[in-house]
């Protein structure tokens, strides 16, 4: 079946380094994907999207990369700060019949940044 | 703007009992949306809303049942709980782009968490 899927549970990065989560998905037909960040106790909250006509986009500190070829996708998150440290998800969106989005979401990292 | 509220936020329930939980929102969005949030499996999409009066299954509907009155609320009714049942829960709301075009940018209320014993 379909999935979307991390490739890590877990990241450390020390304050101040780069962080780069990955995630795979296995629908080529996919054409929509958006990462969100969960801080413990609270709900998801929407980072960055990316559509499958580009390759890269940029937010504040924060970069999505998505390869097609190989069905991968990654948030960079540049200078990662303490308040960085979350869950964060990859979904990819598959609109359902007559409106609405439908997100499937992978699994989930959790970043640690370490002081 | 208080964005979007669940109540309640804790609730045990003992098996076969029926509860309801409560979505509102207040940006004036068409959809809502509930999912189940379980350890290790990400969020679940049970039941969505694309409008006032409308409603339509997720990926984990069985055992739910949801009600769209007002476009500012989201009903998700639990009639006999089961302990497979227990999980996090969180509502979410989106708006349309315009024509043709959904935006993935969902706005997530704090959750509910529900244990069924």
């Known amino acids: 079946g379909e999935s979307v899927g991390l490739h890590l549970p877990t990241l450390s990065v020390q304050e101040g380094d780069n962080s780069i989560i990955n995630c795979a998905y296995s629908?080529?037909?996919?054409?929509?994907f958006i990462w969100y960040k969960q801080e413990s106790g609270k709900g998801p909250q929407f980072i960055i999207d990316?559509?499958?006509?580009?390759d890269k986009r940029q937010g504040q500190r924060v970069t999505v990369l998505l390869n097609k070829t190989v069905k991968h996708l990654s948030l960079q998150i540049a200078a990662t700060q303490p308040g960085d440290s979350a869950v964060y998800f990859c979904?990819?969106?598959?609109?359902?019949?007559?409106?609405?989005?439908?997100?499937?979401f992978g699994t989930g990292t959790q970043l640690k940044v370490e002081l | 703007n208080a964005g979007v509220t669940q109540t309640p936020k804790f609730r045990v329930l003992k098996t076969g009992q029926s509860m309801t939980l409560l979505c509102a929102q207040d940006?004036?969005?068409?959809?809502m949306y509930w999912y189940r949030q379980d350890p290790g499996m990400g969020l679940r999409l049970i039941h969505y809303?694309?409008?006032?009066?409308?409603?339509a299954k997720g990926e984990v509907p069985d055992g739910y049942n949801v009600s769209r009155l007002k476009k500012q609320n989201f009903l998700l009714g639990l009639e006999s709980a089961a302990p497979s049942q227990t999980s996090v829960y969180f509502c979410?709301?989106?708006?349309?782009?315009?024509?043709?075009?959904?935006?993935?940018?969902?706005?997530f209320g704090e959750g509910s968490r529900l244990t069924v014993l």
């Open positions: 629908n080529s037909a996919s054409d929509y």
């Open positions: 990316i559509r499958s006509n580009m």
């Open positions: 979410a709301s989106s708006y349309v782009i315009g024509a043709g075009r959904n935006t993935g940018e969902l706005f």
């Open positions: 979904a990819e969106n598959r609109e359902g019949s007559g409106g609405g989005n439908k997100l499937t």
């Open positions: 940006m004036n969005h068409e959809y």
């Open positions: 809303s694309v409008g006032e009066g409308t409603t």
